[in-house]
């Protein structure tokens, strides 16, 4: 059964950092995009940082410059450095894998249970 396990959410202050981590299980690692989504309460799910099979990244613009994604294949592992903090990045952050066959269609797309991010004073 494929897994997707987050870790490193908590509670932090305004303008501090934490490091979210995505390890995965039973997937081929290095043939998935892996996204980091987030949802905020009574808000919809958002996309905040997408890096593909071939390094490609794209962030949301709210976290440009503050957010850094990054992958280690030999760990099956994807990370979320978030750093300088707002409370309005207070959500409960999803680890999303998919797959993509020669065409650009979705095969396969897997997701983790959360781990919550709390930003407050």
């Known amino acids: 059964q494929v897994q997707l396990v987050e870790s490193g959410g908590g509670l932090v202050q305004p303008g501090g950092s934490l490091r979210l981590s995505c390890a995965t299980s039973r997937i081929i690692f290095s043939d998935s995009n892996m996204v980091w989504y987030r949802q905020a309460p009574g808000k919809q799910r958002e996309l905040v940082a997408r890096?593909?099979?071939?390094?490609?990244?794209n962030y949301a613009d709210s976290v440009k410059g503050r957010f850094t994604i990054s992958r280690d294949n030999a760990k099956n592992t994807v990370y979320l450095q978030m750093n300088s903090l707002k409370p309005e990045d207070t959500a409960v952050y999803y680890c999303n894998a998919y797959n993509l066959d020669y065409r650009g269609h979705v095969t396969g797309s897997y997701w983790g249970q959360g781990t919550r991010v709390t930003v407050s004073s």
């Open positions: 890096i593909t099979t071939g390094r490609i990244i």
